[in-house]
């Protein structure tokens, strides 16, 4: 049974926007922490933004102020709207929830490892 799945990658240019959307069962969208990570090519993932059941956010450093993170509750998605693209923003984007209350450290190389349901992914890239 498919938890967690990703849509909305692409391509785009450097300075252009893009929305990658997380499709959830109904039972991790109302009681898990949902968050995005990013993994770069021979890197570990790292956190982007994450959101709590109650709306609770909290963003990582590598990418705030150009990104939000929100949840559809019509559609039981989690999104991640992404601005001002850089071609350094290239990379595998993944969504994940946790059982765990939400961390502050979203961009802390630990977080990862409180995160047990992962999507396969979606891919971004951007061009210079």
């Known amino acids: 049974q498919v938890q967690l799945a990703e849509s909305g990658g692409g391509s785009v240019q450097t300075g252009g926007s893009l929305r990658v959307s997380c499709e959830a069962s109904?039972?991790?969208?109302?009681?898990?922490?949902m968050a995005w990570f990013r993994q770069f090519p021979g890197k570990e993932r790292e956190g982007i933004a994450a959101?709590?059941?109650?709306?609770?956010?909290v963003y990582a450093d590598t990418m705030k102020g150009r990104v939000t993170i929100s949840k559809d509750n019509a559609k039981k998605t989690l999104d991640l709207q992404m601005n001002s693209l850089k071609p350094e923003d290239t990379a595998m984007y993944y969504c994940?929830?946790?059982?765990?209350?939400?961390?502050?450290?979203?961009?802390?190389?630990?977080?990862?490892?409180?995160?047990?349901?992962w999507g396969k992914g979606t891919q971004v890239t951007v061009s210079s």
């Open positions: 994940a929830a946790s059982s765990h209350p939400i961390a502050a450290r979203i961009g802390a190389s630990s977080a990862r490892n409180l995160y047990g349901f």
């Open positions: 109904e039972f991790i969208y109302s009681s898990f922490t």
């Open positions: 959101i709590d059941h109650g709306g609770t956010t």
